[in-house]
T-cell receptor
Framework: DTGVSQDPRHKITKRGQNVTFRCDPI?????LYWYRQTLGQGPEFLTY????????KSRLLSDRFSAERPKGSFSTLEIQRTEQGDSAMYLC???????????????FGDGTRLSIL | QKEVEQNSGPLSVPEGAIASLNCTYS??????FFWYRQYSGKSPELIMS????GDKEDGRFTAQLNKASQYVSLLIRDSQPSDSATYLC??????????FGAGTRLTVKP
């Protein structure tokens, strides 16, 4: 049973560059979430998908951020024109949500740590 | 306005003692409540989930929920140094959105 997988684990880039992260959820999970976490804070919701549909996007999310889940399996999160404030851990989580299983908890990947120079 | 609040700590307890972690939430319609453990530099790991008022026990962990007071807690009995971590309270509200507290840092001293 494989868990949530994220790639890369670490990304260091210069300010202004674009970066893309990948998340592979637990195979039977239809919901996929992206969070951002900075030091001393809990995960901050960014966006989530049910299957391939992006159902919600945080109001705080800049339009430099975009996420896709084209086939309802893996997802990518892209940040364009990165800024130093984008430095954080980007976490992906997945869950099963269907009918009576709507209360199932989210399981997290190991995250991608982004550092902007 | 914070939706899920936790005491940031650090909370320090001696080995073998009971650690008590508390969380309050603002959305009265919330239905699902979770405790995650996060070691430094690692991702959150689910410990407990609770959906009904009262206590739920799993090994050394007990989650307590009081929806009237909008309060959820986690007790860790016989605390071990390996329990030292940040504990995140998470609440799924009526819109099915998951909100996390900032976490309480627990240190268990040998």
């Amino acid at each position: 049973d494989t868990g949530v997988s994220q790639d890369p684990r670490h990304k260091i880039t210069k300010r202004g560059q674009n970066v893309t992260f990948r998340c592979d959820p637990i195979s039977e999970h239809n919901r996929l979430y992206w969070y951002r976490q900075t030091l001393g804070q809990g995960p901050e919701f960014l966006t989530y998908f049910q299957n391939e549909a992006q159902l919600e996007k945080s109001r705080l999310l800049s339009d430099r951020f975009s996420a896709e889940r084209p086939k309802g399996s893996f997802s990518t999160l892209e940040i364009q024109r990165t800024e130093q404030g984008d430095s954080a851990m980007y976490l992906c989580a997945s869950s099963l949500a269907s009918g009576i299983y709507s209360n199932q908890p989210q399981h997290f990947g190991d995250g991608t740590r982004l550092s902007i120079l | 306005q914070k939706e899920v609040e936790q005491n940031s700590g650090p909370l320090s307890v001696p080995e073998g003692a009971i650690a008590s972690l508390n969380c309050t939430y603002s959305d009265r319609g919330s239905q699902s409540f979770f405790w995650y453990r996060q070691y430094s530099g690692k991702s959150p790991e689910l410990i407990m989930s609770i959906y009904s008022n009262g206590d739920k026990e799993d090994g050394r962990f007990t989650a307590q929920l009081n929806k009237a007071s909008q309060y959820v807690s986690l007790l860790i009995r016989d605390s071990q140094p390996s329990d030292s971590a940040t504990y995140l309270c998470a609440v799924r509200d009526n819109n099915n959105d998951m909100r996390f507290g900032a976490g309480t840092r627990l240190t268990v001293k040998p």
